[in-house]
């Protein structure tokens, strides 16, 4: 197992870990945390499941390349480099803590789906004061990374299908968004891009303005 190959599957063995804790937590809120299918946006939320699973599917191919076992299941290799390896590598490892940062600051009001009855705070803080879809964004950097240190045809087919895919649930998600938080919704999207960065800044609404506001920063 290559060093590349030895933080692919510890990544993807700490993000295991790091979502079944989070699920566990939720439980113990008295939050579901999985509500794929629930939206009841037609032909797209009956998917959502196979979309999801089809995900950690993915996960797991990462993490057997990762210990160089069956490489022909990854072929062809549309280039070899070690310094892109090395970039996919630090690429991966950023992703990660992306991810992680993301998963703690968005505390009780994670899940895995769309919650239409969800009652929970727009957390607009932290990384999310970068990027209104951090943990999406850091899906898209892990599927940018393992391109970068497999090389493989197989890795950037998929990883162009899963950001298809979150493009999508992105926008399924802002229509929920939208219709749930109103103008404190319409002033997060100005002030923070949808993937990274920010537009500038925008004012927030007073207190009292009827939006289902709570806390800008759950606990984890």
């Known amino acids: 197992m290559t060093a590349s190959g030895a933080v692919q599957v510890g990544v993807m063995l700490a993000l295991a870990v790091a979502l079944a804790t989070k699920i566990a937590a939720q439980r113990r809120r008295g939050v579901v945390p999985v509500v794929l299918g629930k939206a009841g946006d037609g032909l797209v939320a009956r998917l959502e499941p196979l979309a999801a699973v089809a995900l950690f599917l993915w996960f797991a191919a990462v ?42 600051q968005m505390g009780r009001s994670w899940r895995i789906g769309i919650d239409p009855g969800s009652h929970e705070a727009l957390v607009t803080e932290g990384v999310f004061a970068l990027s209104r879809n951090p943990i999406y964004f850091a899906i898209d950097l892990l599927a940018l990374g393992a391109f970068l240190v497999s090389g493989s045809l197989f890795f950037l087919v998929s990883g162009l299908l899963i950001a298809a895919d979150i493009h999508i649930q992105i926008l399924r998600e802002e229509r929920f968004l939208t219709t749930t938080f109103g103008d404190r919704y319409a002033r997060y999207r100005a002030r923070v891009r949808r993937y990274f960065g920010r537009r500038g800044k925008s004012p927030e609404p007073t207190p009292g303005q009827g939006d289902r506001t709570g806390a800008a920063l759950p606990r984890p």
């Open 63 to 104: 993490a057997l390349h990762g210990t160089g076992w069956a490489p022909g299941l990854f072929e062809p290799r549309l280039f070899r480099s070690a310094a892109i390896e090395v970039a996919g590598t630090f690429v991966t490892l950023a992703a990660f803590g992306l991810l992680l940062t993301a998963l703690r």
